[in-house]
């Protein structure tokens, strides 16, 4: 937000230079990035003198040319070469002196140098008002006033302004300042408590009066609700054209192209107030009735842009009887705006609804400087005055007279907040005690009011337009930044507690896991926790009437809090593939959000994706895809890393996976994985297959922590292997092998692995062959031949009994 200077002296009659005011600014809260130098005309006519001609001759080279001698108050007069036409004898006319920098129409630069035109000497230029940036003619050099002293500065005769512009960058709870008033306001309160106490003069609305009540415009708000208050008024008779100087600079100089002076006025109201306003053109106004309404949804309306815009049916108009005419608090329509042939005006102030503004403005990818205000919400109370203020600016500038009252809509008084200061509180708060009257001082200084006083505390009244201060942890930031941070003291002693921390602790698990998954490949992902309510109609379990629905979306794609972080995650491998990126590991930590009928609830999870190929392509290595079996390791890894390895398998009962796997421990499911569900992958338009686990990680850090660390020595005697191949049915699993050479022989078996299957001709139909390795170790002592053949061959008999196998 860009605040002018010398604008903002006329609030508060301040003699310090930019720099010590943007520095106290600063320390209010009103972080200034930036201070730039603006000048009415571009060079501040700097090296230019009013000089007189004392000869003009024609050049003796060119027809076109005069050689003329020139008194610019120096000690001898300068020779100077001259093109234009109306060059003349006992001129005042402004002289660019030697090394002057000029510019041209597009900012250009180019300096006056000595030379020679056609043989002749020129030490200077005597200017046109174009060359100078004090007008657009090019006809002739410009003719001074004959009574101007020769040598006196062009400064100083067309009373150039320069000022200093504040770029400051304004956090949206500060609604109160944005506009010059509100800064001054500010900035008022800070210099009371360097003890500098100015008065803050605000622009007078006591001329205020009706001339005429020839012209009147009804008023009807059909949305209180949207619409709180509304003001209009008629002015009569007014002539459209350029704004006078003065207005112009004053916009200019924070970056606004003046447009006309009816609408220079109105955003000339909003910058130093911070009420936005809009001039509608009276005869445009079917009906001579304004109504604030909703239209149907899928109503046509273009705006001052010339664009075409389909409305929903919560957008709030300002419409005449017949049509809409304006998007209440964003933008204007086209067919209603003021022009050079409108004669009268109906003026708009009001209030609108900061949450209808700003679903409104974003529905439409709108930003305009009314709905920047509007949408952070601004002063229910300065409606009227801003109108007024307006109505007397356009009368003074445009003409015309007031020809109607002020139509006033304000059903519901907005009130004041109430809020107790509890002393205690805020010297907790601030690290120490501010004396009590310095806080009442600070906290009259900004328009709080103090009804009552205790030895406990203030009992106070916040201004409606100070919305962001409504708890005492506000009252007191508004102490602290006037006070200044920078007086709170600091002690010389650093007080710490360190605090007893188990190593179950969420975030160092997260740590752990997090870079064993980084280490393997995996990249982390952060996606948002709003999505859209459409992917639940993917997934037949989940139900609709669980999602935690935000009551004011930015988009209807972030309507609702995720149920499962399976979308967003689908979401990130979606955007990647469409950007040659397939061969994907990621993973997530983040938390999924249910509304059921007793409360809202929310879990965390660790979610992991894989796609694609298991590694990129390279020369020395044979490119696999990636498979169930992949991310099944993965997820075994992960959870032997926590100490969880005496979990349940079962088929997932889940409908995202077309196949799967739920891992249990006791009654806690931990994980469920498997292959995502086409139909899922097609909603994302993905076509590769796409592996998902999905670990429920508050049950995981739960059994975590029941898990105890057991440390053993490392056996001195060798290990041996034996192998199986064992010809079994289709449907007899590794994980039944597993079971059954485990519970066969307890003590000496010490790992069983499948590492080959084979299916396939050559074997009865129905039958597979695994080939199962099975470690054998005696920590005490070593294994003798006949041990081992006892143990392989107690295995075999239970292999045959209990899943039906053959030895191959």
């Known amino acids: 937000m860009k605040i002018s200077y010398n604008w903002l002296k006329q609030?508060?009659?301040?003699?310090?230079?930019?720099?010590?005011?943007?520095?106290?600014?600063?320390?209010?809260?009103?972080?200034?990035?930036?201070?730039?130098?603006?000048?009415?005309?571009?060079?501040?006519?700097?090296?230019?003198?009013?000089?007189?001609?004392?000869?003009?001759?024609?050049?003796?080279?060119?027809?076109?040319?005069k050689v003329t001698t020139v008194d610019i108050g120096a000690d001898e007069p300068v020779q100077i070469v001259c093109g234009a036409p109306n060059v003349a004898k006992g001129q005042k006319v402004p002289v660019a002196t030697i090394g002057t920098t000029l510019y041209t129409v597009e900012g250009e630069a180019w300096k006056i140098k000595k030379g020679k035109i056609r043989g002749e000497e020129s030490h200077g230029m005597i200017c046109a008002e174009d060359e100078l940036g004090l007008g657009d003619s090019h006809e002739g050099i410009m003719i001074l006033d004959k009574h101007l002293k020769v040598g006196t500065k062009a400064s100083e005769v067309f009373n150039i302004e320069n000022d200093q512009v504040f770029e400051i960058g304004l956090t949206p709870n500060r609604a109160d300042a944005m506009s010059h008033y509100g800064v001054?306001?500010?900035?008022?309160?800070?210099?009371?408590?360097?003890?500098?106490?100015?008065?803050?003069?605000?622009?007078?609305?006591?001329?205020?009066?009706?001339?005429?009540?020839s012209l009147k415009i009804d008023v009807e708000v059909k949305d209180k609700e949207k619409c709180p208050r509304y003001c209009g008024v008629t002015i009569s008779g007014v002539k459209v054209e350029s704004s006078p100087d003065w207005l112009q600079h004053r916009l200019k100089s924070i970056g606004l192209s003046p447009i006309n002076n009816i609408v220079d006025i109105t955003n000339y109201v909003l910058h130093e107030l911070g009420q936005p306003l809009h001039a509608f053109d009276a005869q445009k106004i079917a009906g001579n009735k304004v109504e604030v309404r909703t239209c149907k949804a899928g109503t046509k309306f273009t705006t001052l842009d010339e664009t075409a815009r389909e409305l929903h049916e919560d957008d709030l108009m300002i419409c005449d009887v017949e049509k809409p005419m304006c998007i209440a608090g964003v933008f204007g329509g086209i067919d209603?705006?003021?022009?050079?042939?409108?004669?009268?005006?109906?003026?708009?102030?009001?209030?609108?609804n900061p949450v209808s503004v700003r679903k409104t403005a974003k529905r439409h990818g709108l930003n305009t400087d009314a709905s920047f205000r509007f949408e952070r919400g601004i002063d229910p109370n300065i409606t009227e005055y801003a109108l007024k203020r307006a109505a007397l600016l356009i009368t003074e500038i445009a003409g015309g007279e007031i020809s109607s009252d002020v139509s006033d809509s304000y059903p519901v008084k907005i009130e004041d907040f109430q809020v107790r200061l509890s002393f205690d509180n805020a010297k907790k708060?601030?690290?120490?005690?501010?004396p009590r009257e310095t806080i009442k001082s600070i906290l009259t200084s900004l328009e709080i009011k103090v009804n009552n006083v205790t030895e406990t505390g203030l009992g106070l009244t916040v201004p409606a337009y100070r919305n962001d201060v409504q708890r005492e942890a506000d009252i007191i930031e508004e102490i602290l930044r006037v006070y200044g941070y920078n007086n709170v003291g600091t002690t010389e002693k650093l007080n710490a507690s360190i605090s007893n921390s188990t190593r179950f602790e969420d975030y160092k698990l997260q740590n752990i896991i997090g870079q064993q998954l980084a280490s393997q490949g995996f990249f982390e992902i952060m996606t948002n926790s709003l999505t859209t309510p459409q992917y639940i109609e993917l997934v037949d379990s989940m139900n609709a009437e669980h999602n935690v629905e935000m009551l004011n979306p930015l988009s209807n794609d972030l309507g609702v809090m995720r149920q499962s972080l399976l979308f967003s995650g689908l979401e990130a491998i979606a955007h990647n593939i469409n950007r040659k990126r397939a061969d994907l590991k990621l993973f997530e930590y983040g938390k999924t959000y249910h509304q059921y009928s007793e409360a809202r609830e929310e879990y965390k999870h660790l979610s992991i994706f894989i796609t694609g190929n298991k590694t990129s392509e390279r020369w020395n290595t044979s490119v696999s895809p990636s498979d169930f079996f992949f991310l099944k390791g993965t997820v075994d890894a992960v959870l032997e890393r926590l100490g969880l390895s005496r979990y349940k398998s079962a088929p997932t009962k889940s409908d995202i996976f077309s196949e799967g796997i739920a891992l249990?421990?006791?009654?806690?499911?931990?994980?469920?994985?498997?292959?995502?569900?086409?139909?899922?992958?097609?909603?994302?338009?993905?076509?590769?297959?796409?592996l998902f686990a999905d670990f429920n990680w508050d049950n995981v850090l739960e059994m975590a922590k029941h898990n105890a660390i057991k440390f053993k020595a490392i056996p001195k005697y060798p290990e041996v292997r034996r192998d199986f191949a064992l010809l079994l049915d289709h449907q007899v699993s590794f994980d039944d092998i597993f079971t059954v050479a485990k519970q066969t022989e307890k003590q000496l078996l010490k790992n069983v692995n499948l590492f080959d299957v084979y299916e396939g001709k050559n074997l009865p139909e129905g039958k597979k062959s695994y080939a199962v390795s099975f470690t054998l170790q005696d920590e005490n002592k070593t294994l003798t031949d006949k041990q081992i053949d006892k143990i392989m061959s107690k295995l075999q008999s239970s292999f045959e009994s209990k899943l039906g196998a053959e030895l191959r």
């Open 429 to 434: 708060l601030i690290g120490e005690e501010i």
């Open 664 to 690: 249990s421990l006791g009654k806690k499911k931990l994980v469920e994985f498997g292959l995502v569900r086409k139909s899922i992958l097609k909603g994302f338009g993905i076509s590769q297959q796409v």
């Open 336 to 352: 209603s705006g003021v022009s050079e042939n409108t004669r009268d005006i109906f003026l708009e102030s009001a209030y609108f």
């Open 11 to 65: 609030f508060i009659k301040i003699d310090w230079d930019a720099e010590k005011t943007g520095e106290l600014l600063t320390d209010l809260g009103l972080e200034i990035e930036g201070i730039e130098a603006y000048e009415t005309v571009k060079g501040g006519l700097k090296g230019i003198v009013v000089g007189e001609v004392l000869t003009c001759e024609q050049h003796p080279n060119a027809d076109r040319l």
């Open 184 to 213: 001054a306001r500010d900035l008022k309160a800070g210099l009371l408590q360097k003890e500098v106490a100015l008065e803050l003069i605000t622009p007078s609305v006591s001329s205020y009066h009706v001339d005429a009540r």
